[in-house]
């Protein structure tokens, strides 16, 4: 009997190439490594499903993925079975049958991403594998009125990397949030139907031209508008990004 | 002319041996890592003396140490001359000029150490460098409670790793505060005016068995009057720790 399951996977992608396979062994891949755990615990090679790809240094601490098998280990051994073998910057958080239906990406609803900024005056050294140090003086606020022109239906072409292709640059975003200061790290969370090339990292990079006071808040709804790839700000590091969770 | 300087010093020990020199070069520690980085920038050797060893995987925020220079060098640029020499896990905070008596050691007056802990249901890969993952459920109420039987002079021999002498083992602890639960994490700090070895990390290992309930709050004030090492907890990690500042 096929089984379909679903995995939400936390990692640490520091060391990694991104999520998806590279096609070269020297470069590992969070997608590689499941695949090899899965391998080694079910004993036959696997195809996983991601909802989605994150770059090289992008973090997820609940990315999923899904895969159908023959294998007959119980669904709840997957967690402890998989994190035995899986590096320490990889950890299987759940595991769950799901309907036949069910595919990690095109099932997707929602995806939610954290940016950490680190606005201390000097880099922290305990969260820098994960927050981009972001220095200079930043003006919380400003950067939250700008942020708040990105939420809505709205063609996010300005915020997409340079060279894509998709059909339609419009998306949703349900939130923005700029959370408060703690311990000289500040988050925002960017929850949307779907996300075009870079375009967290690029809003990211754009909202801290208007913390720097280099842009205005007004300025962001502008750059909507202007569908421009030119008129945003720069890409934010990957490092900084993580992936909170997708919705189905 | 001589001056003697004071740099606060953040660090992620996890790929160190600790602060102290070992007298093996094939084991880099903090001390090393600073003095050769103080050699590289004023061209010539320097001894530096810390507020205090922590231990191989210890992490430090605020870490102190001193030195005395005939260098040139403004003490305003020490802090981007070190930072642009040294590796990215050590991170010189601030740079002063202070009295020649000063002694990073001798004049401590206070030191504070956090603890993270991880009470999540899996280990974050995100903190899994400098937070425990204590697995399982923890009374983070009993814990506290636990705590307060620690705050006050008391002789901590109960909390002191076996085999160490030292003239008294009676310290002052003005504060042990049980953070709450934010994102998934969990931070002990501890406030005192001296330490023993291992002190931190035994308070820290005899209050998650409080937290566990295999003692009892009150379990804590009978250890303390023990004084036997033998009746308090087990030694929690050293990468859940960090030393967060030196008062002076």
């Known amino acids: 009997m096929e089984r379909n399951v679903k995995l939400t996977v936390a990692y640490d992608g520091t ?25 080694t615990i079910t004993k036959s090679p696997h195809r996983i499903h991601g909802s989605g790809r994150t770059d090289a240094g992008v973090h997820a601490l609940g990315q999923v993925v899904s895969f159908t098998t023959s294998a007959t280990i119980p669904t709840e051994r997957f967690v402890p079975a998989l994190n035995s073998v899986l590096p320490q ?9 799901v309907a036949v239906d069910f595919h990690a990406r095109f099932s997707a609803k929602k995806k939610t991403y954290r940016y950490y900024l680190d606005v201390g005056p000097v880099p922290n050294v305990l969260t820098r594998r994960y927050a981009h140090f972001a220095s200079g003086v930043l003006d919380l606020e400003k950067l ?14 300005s915020f997409q990397a340079s060279g894509s292709s998709v059909k339609t640059t419009v998306r949703r975003l349900y939130r923005v949030d700029v959370g408060s200061l703690v311990d000289g790290l500040v988050t925002i969370e960017v929850e949307g139907n779907g996300f075009l090339y870079n375009m967290v990292r690029i809003i990211v990079g754009t909202l801290l031209q208007v913390g720097k006071g280099r842009l205005q808040p007004a300025d962001v709804e502008r750059i909507l508008l202007a569908k421009d790839r030119g008129c945003a700000g720069p890409t934010a590091p990957a490092h900084g990004l993580c992936l909170l969770r997708v919705d189905y």
Do not use: M, N, W
């Open 144 to 157: 939250a009125l700008g942020a708040q022109s990105l939420v809505g239906e709205h063609d996010f072409a």
């Open 89 to 97: 910057d990889i950890v299987v958080c759940q595991a769950e049958e």
């Open 15 to 39: 060391d990694y190439h991104g999520f998806q396979h590279q096609g070269r062994s020297d470069r590992p891949t969070i997608q590689s490594k499941l695949e090899e755990a899965i391998a």
